[in-house]
């Protein structure tokens, strides 16, 4: 009896440490997102507490950003490996010579809009000029003053805070919205969608994709596999998602409760509708094709920085983007 | 005595209770149905107004806590106009002795313009607050852009006060907080904010305590936000748009919409966190534009309605109870002398007139009844026994009239034909007597072998005296008419005797003839009588002419006539009392002397009998019954 303790003991650190015991080591990453817990980022939510990443060989943590840390500085000082990030951002970055490389471009539509009440007598751009209109800063303004030029209009824009309180008691007029997120709230605020004037920038020829996948240029050069599965994992997760929404949810809102946010399931569901909405925009709901960052998309964003004098110096596409998915 | 069992086919109490406690069942079970369905209506309105009333009355209480903060806030920004340069240490004196005079008020801000404090100060917000021990002060500028918040942007957006949603302060007091910010103005421009936090950890605390039935409370913000609700989790999570939305209900994101349109409302909803049909009824709170509300199962509200409506129905029933049980009382207090009388009534009926009703109290009919009954009781019984003296007595009267009417039957002759064996005459008399006494009567008696006295005669009066009166006069005129005396002083002779001690001034008429039964011939005289009349066989009549003297018995002094007369043979001599002539008919109609001479001569030629038999036939078919004075009638006729 007595020498068959040490085989049941080896028989269940195989059980509990198989990796260990098989010599399958995984690879630590790190992935920052641009802001707390929400549904906008239920594909790496549910990789991850699906086991997903750990399948593909990856011990994966996900950072949420508080909005004071910007997740592109921590790739690029080398803190985590992988971030998302709006394109517009990633380009500016790589106009300044910045080794960021875009390898999943996720969110096929810009989902940045503006909104207004119809009782504020505004039914055109036209009508915004002696209105009070806000906008937030950074990515978030570039589509509208590119919108503002294309309309011709020279609004006076106050900045904008991340509450839509202003906009709801009349405050400010026009307010920037992300159609997955504030414009939902505007609707949980008991404001019906018949008493508002949306302007989609998607409309006017400024579809800037928003969320991406990032990392250095090093980082693809060293572990290309291990990004090639860390995207898989990712399109899996967002698939999976998709696929089992309340079950998505769940997750979702157990993040949110850690990390004490206000927010209620069904505004997480309407988001996690919108965010499926903008990544099958034009590419369909086959997995296979997401994740790719069109060409035309990378120069409508990148013209229009140009044209913001926001670059100097449009970067090279194929530099820019590593369609590490599909290249396999 | 006890009261024998008295069978009534349709008893008194029945009937009360028929006619009183049947209709009042009918008016109670309408009045009890109609209770149900329009006091249930009743009800639920009452318990909506009370509903609708506590739900005031709390968000009152909350909109005065409010308006304590926001009117500490105010104060502020008023002396902050009046202030010519205030030192940073004076705006931090001013704000600390407002937070120590309203505890309410968890932290305060004057956050100004940038450069409108100073021109060489881009931003200054002082800033007190409360710690676990004691206020304390920090500048906000120094931790962030404030005039990016919400708090500070939107009242000068606005241009007016307003009431921020509630956040969390992570960091600072760790509670959950709102902030109310009123402009501050300096000659018209606007240099600012002034503003005051409340936590709404107080108001949760008291928000717990409130209790509406078995219902829960909540609040939500002007955008519809939990600011308290007893799931904490909806709390800064969910607004009512949002559990609209999870839940399905259309319609109460409708309700939502009016509560945050600041209305006051009661309606009906499913309870999400239940499921089940709820009461929810709402009231703003105007200075926060934030609404309270209460929710409350609509099977509690029905409990209670419909307890309220058993409570009444219950009741009604218990006071219908009563008075049917009022009405068998009363029944029964009226039926049972009722019963005791209809016995006693029963036993008098059976001649038992010695019983006396007692032991009915009471001054009411019934007791008035019982008098009666025994007062009809005494006064029957002594009726009775007068009745039965009286009876006797008349009993004894009557044998005595039957007696002397007997007596006075038997004075007068009886047997006809009186003289069987005279060949000279023949004489037939009758008397039909009236019902009582009367004083006709007639006589004949031979005074010798040839004259025969003849007497028919009428006392005044009936009765006995009446009867002795003409006992006496047929004695006395027995006594005075004898062979040789002539008629009148016969007559004169009975008169005077007559009239001597005639203290009850009686009289009689009377006819007296002797006469000559060989030569037909006749002296008579008359005190006061009909005269006769003479029929002869033929049928002719002629009356007898006399003097009509006084009546026997009136006047002694009086001297009396005589006449002769003669009758032929066959002739028949009538002698007869007013009792004919009088005769009545029940048409009161006179039987008169001519009717009686018309039947005499149409029966001329017949039998004395007969001629008797067809006048009293006649008679007796003229009056009926209706006899009042004796009928006599006396026939003389010469044979040879």
Redesign the interface.
């Known amino acids: 009896m007595k020498r068959k303790i040490p085989v049941i003991l080896l028989f269940c650190l195989v059980l509990l440490f198989p990796n260990f015991l098989l010599g399958e080591e995984r690879q630590e990453i790190s992935l920052m997102v641009q802001w707390f817990p929400q549904a906008q980022f239920a594909g790496y939510i549910v990789a991850h507490e699906k086991g997903f990443y750990n399948e593909a060989g990856i011990d994966a943590t996900i950072l949420f950003s508080d909005g004071t840390d910007s997740p592109f500085q921590e790739v690029l000082d080398n803190r985590i490996e992988f971030c998302t990030g709006w394109l517009s951002q990633a380009i500016m970055l790589r106009s300044e010579n910045e080794p960021i490389l875009n390898i999943c471009q996720l969110l096929q539509k810009s989902s940045l809009m503006l909104v207004a009440k119809k009782e504020s007598g505004i039914e055109t751009a036209q009508d915004f000029e002696d209105k009070v209109v806000s906008n937030w800063g950074g990515d978030f303004s570039i589509q509208p003053i590119a919108f503002f030029q294309k309309q011709n209009i020279q609004p006076d824009v106050i900045p904008q805070s991340f509450r839509i309180d202003g906009f709801l008691v009349g405050a400010i007029d026009v307010t920037s919205a992300m159609y997955y997120n504030e414009y939902h709230k505007i609707l949980q605020a008991g404001i019906d969608e018949d008493e508002l004037v949306t302007f989609f920038f998607t409309d006017y020829d400024l579809n800037f994709p928003e969320d991406g996948i990032y990392c250095r240029e090093e980082t693809l050069q060293r572990d290309p596999e291990i990004c090639r599965n860390f995207i898989d994992a990712t399109i899996k997760g967002w698939n999976y998602a998709f696929q089992n929404k309340e079950e998505a949810l769940d997750l979702v809102m157990k993040y949110c409760r850690e990390y004490h946010m206000q927010t209620n399931r069904s505004h997480q569901r309407w988001m996690l509708g919108a965010i499926e909405t903008a990544m099958t925009y034009q590419v369909g709901d086959d997995p296979n094709k997401w994740g790719t960052l069109k060409k035309e998309d990378y120069y409508t964003v990148a013209e229009e920085l140009l044209n913001q004098k926001l670059i100097i110096t449009i970067p090279s596409y194929k530099d820019f983007y590593k369609d590490v998915v599909h290249e396999r | 005595m006890k009261d024998e069992k008295v069978k009534v086919k349709h008893p008194l109490a029945r009937k009360l209770l028929l006619w009183i406690g049947l209709p009042l069942l009918l008016v109670y079970i309408i009045v009890i149905l109609f209770t149900y369905f329009w006091s249930g209506d009743n009800a639920l309105k009452q318990m909506k107004e009370y509903l609708f009333e506590l739900t005031s009355h709390h968000a009152s209480m909350l909109d005065g806590k409010f308006m304590k903060v926001s009117g500490a806030s105010i104060g502020i920004a008023d002396a902050i106009d009046e202030f010519s340069t205030p030192t940073k240490n004076e705006l931090y004196s001013l704000m600390k002795k407002k937070l120590s005079e309203n505890s309410d008020i968890y932290g305060m801000a004057i956050a100004f313009d940038p450069f409108d404090y100073n021109n060489k100060l881009k931003l200054f917000s002082p800033y007190v607050y409360r710690t676990d021990k004691d206020i304390a002060d920090i500048d906000l500028a120094k931790s962030y852009d404030y005039t990016?918040?919400?708090w500070f942007?939107?009242p000068k957006?606005?241009g007016t006060s307003?009431w921020?949603?509630p956040y969390?302060d992570?960091g600072g007091g760790n509670i959950l907080m709102a902030t109310y910010s009123q402009p501050m103005h300096k000659n018209g421009k606007f240099i600012g904010v002034s503003t005051a936090d409340i936590s709404l950890d107080d108001l949760e605390l008291e928000m717990s305590n409130i209790r509406i039935m078995a219902g829960y409370t909540y609040i939500i913000t002007?955008?519809?936000?939990f600011i308290y609700h007893p799931t904490k989790?909806y709390m800064?999570?969910?607004?009512?748009?949002?559990?609209a939305?999870?839940d399905g209900q259309p319609e109460l994101?409708e309700i939502?919409?009016k509560m945050?349109a600041g209305e006051q409302g009661i309606t009906t909803f499913r309870d999400v966190n239940t499921g089940e049909k709820s009461w929810l009824v709402y009231s703003p709170i105007p200075d926060c534009h934030w609404s309270f509300a209460a929710v409350i199962p609509d099977k509690e509200i029905m409990k209670t309605v419909n307890s309220m409506v058993i409570r009444q129905i219950t009741i009604m029933v218990i006071g219908l109870l009563i008075i049917l049980l009022v009405i068998l009382w009363a029944a029964i207090g009226i039926t049972k002398p009722i019963k005791r009388l209809l016995g006693f009534a029963n036993r008098i009926s059976k001649g038992n007139l010695d019983e006396k009703i007692t032991g009915i109290r009471g001054h009411d009919e019934i007791h008035e009844l019982v008098k009666a009954f025994n007062k009809m009781t005494y006064d029957l019984k002594h009726y009775i026994s007068d009745l039965t003296a009286a009876t006797k007595a008349k009993e004894s009267v009557e044998s005595e009239f039957r007696i002397a009417r007997q007596i006075q039957e038997s004075l007068l002759p009886r047997i006809f034909p009186p003289f069987p064996d005279a060949e000279e005459f023949d004489l037939y008399a009758r008397n039909i007597p009236a019902k009582e006494v009367a004083g006709d009567f007639f006589d004949f008696f031979m005074l010798d072998n040839e004259n025969i006295a003849v007497i028919i005669a009428d006392v005044s009066g009936k009765g006995i005296s009446a009867g002795l009166f003409m006992a006496v006069t047929r004695t006395l005129m027995k006594t005075v008419c004898v062979k040789d005396v002539p008629p009148v002083e016969a007559m004169e002779k009975a008169n005077i005797v007559l009239c001597q001690d005639n203290d009850a001034c009686m009289f009689t008429t009377l006819f007296l003839a002797i006469y000559n039964i060989r030569t037909g011939k006749m002296k008579w005289t008359n005190a006061g009588h009909d005269e006769p009349i003479i029929l002869s066989k033929d049928g002719s009549h002629r009356i007898l002419k006399t003097f009509k003297d006084i009546a026997l018995g009136i006047d002694e002094t009086r001297e009396y006539h005589e006449g002769e007369a003669q009758l032929e043979v066959g002739e028949v001599m009538v002698l007869y009392t007013d009792g004919v002539i009088e005769a009545t008919s029940p048409e009161k109609e006179l039987y008169g002397e001519e009717r009686f001479i018309k039947i005499l001569s149409k029966n001329a030629g017949k039998t004395l009998v007969e001629i008797l038999d067809v006048v009293t036939e006649n008679l007796e078919g003229f009056q009926k019954d209706n006899q009042f004075d004796d009928i006599t009638i006396l026939l003389l006729k010469r044979e040879k």
Do not use: A, P
């Open positions: 990016l918040q919400d942007m939107i957006l606005l307003y921020g949603e969390f992570e002007r955008t519809g936000t989790e800064m999570n969910e607004s009512i748009f949002s559990l939305e999870e994101r939502g919409k945050i």
